[in-house]
C-alpha cells in the first residue's frame, strides 16, 4: 500500500480547475436567468391591459379590427403555446417578426444593440481611469480642502438630472458653438463608428452621472486602505508615493468596486433612455420602450434577454477580475 | 417630464383616417406663423407659390419613427416617417383638395351612377410605376381589394363597395357596384389607400408611381429617396433627394433643426412653439384650420346619467371654452363649440357658440333633480391635450358645483382594450379631423364602427342614413346640417377647444402641404427656396 500522493500539478492546476467551475457554474446560472427573465417579460406582457392586435391597430379602430389582427398575430391561441413555441425558436437564435411592424426582430435590435454597446463601451473606456483618479486622489487627501472641493463637486454633479447636463451641453455645443452635432441620428446605412461626434455629447452626459457615483465608491474604499498599517509602515520605510499607490492602495481599494462598475455596463447597455430620447440616438432602451407600449412581445424578449446576457457576462467578468486582482482569492478555497 | 415620442404603433384608422378635410385657400399647404405669432397665411411662408417653386437641391426632414418602422405600404401608418414615405414613393387616386372636395390625383374621374349603386373610376393615361410598369385599371381593383381584405387597417372603410363584383371596363376604366346606395365613395378613397401594381405579393418592395423613389431605408434610423425622372406629372417634384430621418422626441427634433442638421421638423410642441415664435431662423408652419385636432370629451348618452338630456347641456354649460384656449392650445387654438368639422364644408355655422354659463348649468341640474353630480374622466398623456384638458375642466365645473374626478390611465393603457376605450361612461378625446360625412358614418348611428356617445336608434339611424345616400350636393349639405343640428343638442360630445399641430422649418422651406393630415405632410411639392 502506498500512500496516496499530490501530483504536484494537481497543486497547480488547483486555482485554475476551480475557476473554470466557477465560469462554468456562472454561465449555466445565467442561462437558468436568462430563461427566468424571459418567462417573466412574457408574463408581465400578458397580465398588461390590451395586447399586441390591439396596440396595433390603434384607437380608431373597432373590435372586430383587433380581433382580425389578434388571429393574424396568432394571439388568439393559448399563451403557454405561444410562450413555448417562441422559446423553441429562440433557443434555435430565431427571434421572430416584430408584431408591430413585421419586421424580423433581429433586424431591428442588431444595429441598436451594436450602437448601445459602442456607447457603453467608450463611457467605459474613459469611466474607469476618471473615477479611480479622482477617487484615488480625494481618498489620499481626506479632509484636505482638495478633497472636500472634490467632494463637494462630485456630490452637485450627483444631484443634476441627466436631462438637465444634456440640455445644457447641447445648448453651449452644439446650438451656441456649432462645434457639435445637437442630435445623434445616423443616415440610413452610417453606423455610430462612421460619424464618432454623435457619441461626444451623449458620452459627457453619460459620464457626468456615473463619474460621481464611482468616484465616491473609489475614494471610500481608497481612505479606508490608506489608514491601514501596511500603507501607512511602507510610506515610514520610505517608500515613494506613487510606488505606495501603486503596490498597496490601489490593489487593495479596487477589487471590490470592480463589480460594482461592473453593474454600471448593464445599466448603460439597456437604461440610458434619457440619453437615448434627449441625443434622438439609435440605441436599445427606446426600442425596449417603444417595444412596452405595442406590447410587442417579441421585441421586447430579444432586448430583455440582450440586456441580461450583457449583465450576467458582465458581471461575471468583474468576478473574475477582482480575483485577478486580489492576492488573497487566488488561493483555492 | 421630457415627453417621449415613440409611443404605441398606431396603424390604426386613426392615422390613416385622421382629418382629410379642406384645404382652404392655399390647398391645404401648411401656413407659416406671422412674426406676431399669429398662426395665419403669409407671403413667404411654407404655404406661398411665389415666385415659383426653385429646382434640385436635398431637404432633410425628422419626423417620429423608431424600432416599429415597416416598410410595408399597406401598414404605412405605423409610424409618422412611415406614412410620410409612403407619400411620395406612391400615388393615391384621389386626395382631398381645396374646400374640403376630392382633388384627383391618379384617378381622372371618379363618378358614382344616378342611384349611386355603382361607381366608375378612370385612371390617367401614361402613368408608369418605378419599375417600368404601365399603370391600368386592374392596379385599381387589386389595390382596393387588397385593402379591403385587411380588416386590421383601412378595411372597414370599403364595408359598402362590393369590390368581388368589381370589373375592369377598359384598360384604363373599372367599375364597383356598391353594397348600398353610396353617395361620397370618392371621399372614402381619399383616405389612404396607395395604388400598387396588380398581383403584388411582397408589400415590403413594392414599386410605386409616385414622385420619389426609395433608394434605401433602414429601420430606425432613416430613409433617402431620390426624385423619380419619370413622373407622370408635369410639376413636381422640385427636389432632386429627400432624405428623412427618426428622431423620437419633439424637443430632439427642434434641436437639429436649430443646429443645422435637418430643414424641417416635424410636431413641435405647442410650448416650443410659444419658445420660437421670435426666432426668425426658425419658420413655424401650421396646417389649415380645418386640419386642427379638436379637444374635449366624449359622454355616453346611453348611460345614466347622461341619458337626462339636461345633464349633458348642464356639463356644455360649465365649460369656459376661452379658459380652455388660454391655458391648454396655450392661445393657439379657437374655441369649440361641442360639435368636430369646423372650418370644413357642411359645418353647422349658423348654430349659436356655446356660452360659460354657470348659473343655466346648475339651473338644468336642479331640474334634472341633480342635486351632487359626481363623475369620473378616464384620461391618459397618450396625445398633449387629453389630461391638460380635463384637468382643466375639473377645476372649472367646480364652480357649477359638479365633481369631477381625473382618472388618469397610462398611455399605453388608454386604448389597448376596445371593448374599454370604446366603452368608457366619460372620457378625454383628441379628435382628428375627416370630412363630414365620414365622422357621421364613423361614430353615430346604430351600425357606427366607433360609437363612442352611445347615439344611436330612432332618429340618428335615418339621420345617418341619409347622409350615406345623399347624391347631391345639396342632398348632403341638407343631410349633414340636419345630423350636425341633432348633435348640438342631443350628442355626447364636448367640444372646447380646437388647436393647431405644429411644425418647424428654416425659412428656405416651402411648399409643403398637409393635405388632411398634419402629423405626417406631403413633401411631393416642396423645394428649397
Known sequence: MSEPTVRPSAVRDAPARSLAALVARRLLMGLLVLGAVSLIVFTATELAPGDAASAAVGPDAGPAAVEEKRRELGLDRPAPVRYAEWLWAAVRGDFGTSYVSGVPVSEIVTARAGNSMTLALVTLVLLVPLAVGLGVWGGLREGSLTDRALSAGILTMVSIPEFVVGSVLILVFALHLDVLPAVSFLGPGASVLDHPEILVLPVVTLLAGTIAHNARLVRARVVEVAADDAVATARLNGVPEHRVVLRYVLPAALPPVIPLLARYVALLVGGALVVETLFGFPGLASVLVQGSAGRDVPTVQAVALIVAAVTVLVNLLGDLLGIALDPLRRVPV | MREFEGRPSRRSLLRITAGLGAGVALGGALTACGGDGEPGPSTDGAGSATPGPKRGGRLRAAFIGGSNETDNVLMAANTPIDYVRARVVYDELCVVGPEGRVQMQLAESIEPSADGKEWTIRVRDGVTFHDGRALTAADVLFSLRTYAEDQANQG???????????????????????????????????????????????????????????????????????????????????LDELELVSIADGEARLNALKAGQVEYAASISLVAGQTERGNSAV????????????????????????????????????????????????????????????????????????????????????????????????TSDYEYGLTEGAVVLAEQVKRTGIDIAVDKVPAADFFADPKVFIGAHFQSANRKPRPLPLDVLFFYGSDALLPFTGVGGDPVDGLVDAVRSALTEEQRAAAVGDMQHYLYDKGGDLVWAKAPVLAAATPQVRGVQSLGYPTFPSFRDAYLA
Not at chain 2, 405579393?201 to 408611381?209: R, Y
Not at chain 2, 346611453?302 to 339636461?310: E, I, L, S, V
Request: with cysteine; glycine share 8%; hydrophobic share 35%.
Open chain 2, 283 to 378: 419658420q413655424l408652419l401650421t396646417p389649415p384650420k380645418w386640419e386642427w385636432p379638436n379637444f374635449g370629451a366624449m359622454l355616453k348618452r346611453n348611460q345614466d346619467p347622461f341619458t337626462d338630456a339636461r345633464v349633458v347641456q348642464a356639463l356644455k354649460h360649465a365649460v369656459d371654452r376661452e379658459q380652455m384656449v388660454e391655458r391648454v392650445t396655450l392661445g393657439f387654438g379657437e374655441v369649440g363649440n361641442d360639435l368636430f368639422g369646423k372650418h370644413l364644408p357642411h359645418y353647422a355655422e349658423d348654430l349659436p357658440q356655446r356660452e360659460y354659463d354657470p348659473d343655466r348649468a346648475k339651473a338644468l341640474l336642479r331640474k334634472a333633480g341633480v342635486d351632487k353630480l359626481s363623475l369620473s374622466l378616464r
Open chain 2, 156 to 238: 372597414p372603410l370599403l364595408v359598402d363597395a362590393d369590390l368581388a363584383a368589381g370589373r375592369q371596363v377598359d384598360k384604363l376604366t373599372c367599375t364597383i357596384p356598391m353594397r348600398r346606395a353610396h353617395g361620397f365613395f370618392d371621399l372614402v378613397l381619399t383616405q389612404g389607400f396607395f395604388v400598387i401594381p396588380d398581383g403584388t405579393t411582397d408589400f415590403t418592395k413594392t414599386p410605386g408611381s409616385g414622385p420619389f423613389v426609395l433608394k434605401e431605408h433602414r429601420v430606425g434610423q432613416g430613409a433617402v429617396l431620390e426624385r423619380n425622372p419619370n413622373y407622370w406629372s408635369d410639376k413636381g417634384p422640385y
